[in-house]
């Protein structure tokens, strides 16, 4: 049977992501480590496990979150599917029941939120598990100046934890914003997607997700749909300055070449 052991112990798997995430380093991106492989690893075992669901398909949510970076490897785009298939072959060479690699790839093809949603308990636990991980030390330099919003949010997270309470059965994200550095909305703006897919992936598990940012319920009825709303109305503002802003560039090149 394989392990979790023989999956972190193993040298490919390692590789990949050690690569994977230097990759991402050249573009700018949060680290991808081992470090936030381990981490996702070890929220999707817990998870499960206080949800009560048997060992092996703890395991298996281990194993998923370990190796999810790893088609970071290949390219960025694409990552959840190309990191689905190299898992694939590890995961066949070492011998796994085809059972159980078809739960493992599911969910690594379905972590990334362009392209995925929660599809059984293991994608769900590795979808939680993955967009929660914000943390100061993910992000990569300390000069403040060249942080992009990504890197704003993480760096101000304080503190972020995910509890799972299973007499109510809600899964709860409670986060401690430095507002000095990021607000509420900005974190919003670059995490409204993750939320909405782990509200789903919580209701796979049979939950109710909510997010705790600063103490305020941030994704409950009324509250979240107005958050939303604002959030929409503030990205179609940009969207619109930004068609705005490409369009007189036009112009000025057209009035340049006449
Ligand atoms: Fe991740």
């Known amino acids: 049977?394989?392990?979790?052991?023989?999956?972190?112990?193993?040298?490919?798997?390692?590789?990949?992501?050690?690569?994977?995430?230097?990759?991402?380093?050249?573009?700018?991106?949060?680290?991808?480590s081992i470090g936030h492989a381990a981490k996702v690893s070890d929220t999707?075992?817990?998870?499960?496990?206080?949800?009560?669901?048997?060992?092996?398909?703890?395991?298996?949510?281990?194993?998923?979150?370990?190796?999810?970076?790893?088609?970071?490897?290949?390219?960025?785009?694409?990552?959840?599917?190309?990191?689905?298939?190299?898992?694939?072959?590890?995961?066949?060479d070492l011998g796994m029941d085809p059972r159980e690699i078809a739960v493992v790839i599911a969910a690594i093809g379905n972590h990334d939120e362009k392209t995925g949603t929660?599809?059984?308990?293991v994608s769900a636990a590795l979808i939680l598990a993955d967009k929660t991980d914000v943390r100061r030390n993910r992000v990569r330099g300390r000069d403040r100046s060249k942080f992009d919003i990504h890197d704003r949010v993480n760096f101000?997270?304080?503190?972020?934890?995910?509890?799972?309470?299973l007499e109510k059965r809600v899964i709860r994200l409670n986060i401690e914003l430095d507002d000095e550095i990021c607000s509420v909305m900005d974190y919003f703006e670059i995490f409204l997607e993750r939320m909405v897919m782990c509200r789903r992936a919580a209701e796979m598990l049979?939950?109710?997700?909510?997010?705790?940012?600063?103490?305020?319920?941030?994704?409950?009825d009324k509250r979240w749909k107005k958050v939303q709303k604002s959030v929409k109305k503030a990205l179609t503002n940009a969207g619109i300055r930004s068609i705005l802003i490409q369009l007189s560039a036009r112009e000025q090149l057209k009035r340049g070449r006449r």
């Open 156 to 165: 101000a997270a304080m503190s972020s934890e995910l509890t799972v309470d």
């Open 44 to 92: 999707a075992a817990r998870i499960l496990t206080e949800l009560g669901h048997d060992a092996r398909e703890v395991e298996l949510a281990r194993i998923a979150g370990f190796m999810h970076v790893m088609g970071n490897c290949i390219n960025r785009t694409d990552h959840a599917h190309t990191g689905a298939l190299m898992a694939m072959t590890i995961l066949r």
């Open 1 to 32: 049977m394989v392990t979790f052991e023989m999956i972190r112990e193993n040298a490919q798997v390692r590789t990949y992501i050690e690569k994977g995430n230097a990759n991402l380093g050249v573009m700018g991106f949060t680290k991808h």
């Open 118 to 121: 929660a599809v059984d308990a």
């Open 206 to 220: 049979g939950c109710t997700f909510k997010l705790l940012a600063n103490g305020a319920k941030v994704l409950e």
